[in-house]
């Protein structure tokens, strides 16, 4: 029952983001181009909003800020790039792209935190 | 003091006097701690104080924001112990061995006006310094607190005197004091060299310039480097040099000399972004392309789909860096490796 609706996947426009919300959370649907990924909304290097630093091209998402980068269909992480991206299972349907969501995606920003014991030797 | 730090991957232990910043004594002694700016701006190199004091520095420091200082979050190249302390820093860090910066002193031999609001200045240094071109030192001068940081624009592998550009900023007090003072024969505090937007002859590639004003100054000093080492006999290179007005150019005679030793392989392009190129060319130093527009767009036009196979190096203020990154990923189809930036604020 947490498969929810989120777009169409005429919504978002090949090499680009779209923002939506469900349920006050907020995630963004990158099309690139091969596929599509359901995303939070921050880079998890500082917090930069992808909607507005996020490029994608040749199915690789950077964030612009300070170019940490991910393969979007494999998720491998490129160059400078330290911590994995989080995504939300994704599927299409009949044109409608619905995400798996079980509470909400953070980097340890807000809910945790990056230098927490639990958190500083395991991410 | 000593300075244990948990990063990521290891733990690291090294010494730091009350006076330093931590982020300078831990790179000075060859570890890679995270930083950016390295001036209170970025936030990269953050890091948590587990135990122990430190003064903070800079209370106001931009790069704090974002951070919880309530839980101890500190920025590195500020903060100044007080007492031994442990520190958390949530990246990986490794040890280097070579090419460490370390604390110099130098002394202001001259300075002249390149514009009404540019200033070229040179000091000699007490003791020579490597460094690569496209790095920079944060200058401390004696009246003024907090460091600032300059990228050299000269190139020697071991040098004996460096040269900055300094931009007059309204309210800078580092500006206003050399704009203002006769500040020959002052003796200042500098620590470098710092950064990684560097160029480096082996990597035999082609270079491709966006500078914002004083993010020139990197440029040439790898423009410098690579005259030097006959590199255009073999690759490519574009610049592009945005000012506001024909008036607010300099280096034009410098950049014209590299274009003459490059024998066609070197384009420099000033990009006017408050006023209409008069001409495709300079009218008194012919040998540099002028164009109206903001220097990233103008970039952009010339560079899409030929940049293969090309290193790019962008500096100016954080709002054009961030632009050019995006536009060089997006339009002109670099990856991340092929990109080297700085922003200064």
């Known amino acids: ?123 | 003091m000593k300075i244990a730090v948990q990063t990521k991957n290891r733990e690291f232990a090294f010494e730091c006097s009350h006076d330093e910043a931590i982020l300078h004594a831990g790179l000075r002694q060859g570890l890679s701690l995270p930083y950016e700016c390295a001036t209170g701006t970025c936030g990269t190199c953050r890091a948590r104080v587990m135990t122990g004091e430190v003064d903070i520095g800079w209370q106001d420091a931009p790069g704090l924001a974002n951070l919880k200082r309530d839980k101890g979050d500190v920025l590195m190249c500020q903060a100044r112990p007080r007492t031994d302390c442990l520190l958390r820093v949530p990246s990986n860090v490794e040890t280097l061995a070579a090419a460490l910066p370390s604390v110099h002193r130098g002394v202001i031999r001259s300075a002249r006006r390149l514009t009404e609001d540019v200033l070229h200045f040179e000091l000699s240094l007490s003791s020579p310094m490597r460094f690569e071109a496209g790095q920079f030192v944060i200058l401390e001068a004696p009246n003024l607190t907090g460091g600032r940081a300059y990228s050299m624009v000269n190139f020697h592998p071991e040098a004996d005197h460096l040269a900055f550009v300094i931009k007059r900023k309204p309210g800078g007090g580092f500006s206003d004091w050399l704009f203002d003072q006769a500040a020959e024969n002052v003796e200042l505090g500098l620590f470098g060299p710092l950064g990684s937007a560097v160029f480096r002859p082996e990597e035999d590639r082609n270079i491709l310039c966006i500078a914002g004003g004083s993010g020139i100054a990197g440029m040439m000093a790898i423009l410098e480097r690579a005259t030097q080492s006959g590199y255009f006999g073999a690759h490519w290179g574009k610049v592009f040099f945005g000012v506001r007005t024909l008036a607010d150019c300099f280096y034009l005679d410098e950049l014209a000399e590299h274009v003459a030793a490059a024998r066609g392989r070197l384009e420099v392009t000033v990009a006017l972004s408050h006023e209409d190129a008069p001409s495709p060319r300079h009218q008194r130093v012919s040998s540099i392309g002028l164009a109206s527009g903001v220097v990233l767009e103008v970039a952009a036009q010339i560079t899409a789909g030929s940049c293969d196979d090309a290193i790019a190096y962008v500096a100016g203020p954080p709002l054009m860096v961030d632009g050019a990154l995006k536009m060089l990923i997006a339009q002109a189809g670099l990856s991340p490796r092929q990109i080297r930036y700085d922003k200064f604020s």
């Not at chain 1, 923002?19 to 099309?31: Q, R």
């Not at chain 1, 994995?84 to 920003?109: M, Q, S, V, W």
Request: glycine content about 8%.
């Open chain 1, 1 to 123: 029952m947490t498969w929810r609706r989120i777009c169409k996947a005429s919504d978002v426009a090949e090499n680009s983001i779209g923002k939506f919300e469900v349920d006050g959370i907020p995630i963004l649907v990158v099309n690139y181009g091969a596929g599509f990924r359901a995303i939070p909304p921050v880079c998890p290097h500082m917090e930069e909003p992808l909607a507005e630093s996020g490029i994608i091209a040749r199915c690789v998402l950077t964030c612009s800020k300070h170019l940490w980068a991910w393969n979007l269909q494999t998720l491998d992480m490129q160059g400078e790039t330290e911590r994995p991206l989080k995504t939300y299972d994704l599927k299409e349907e009949g044109g409608e792209l619905f995400a798996r969501i079980d509470g909400e995606l953070t980097y340890e920003f807000e809910a945790e935190d990056d230098m927490d014991d639990d958190f500083f030797s395991k991410s």
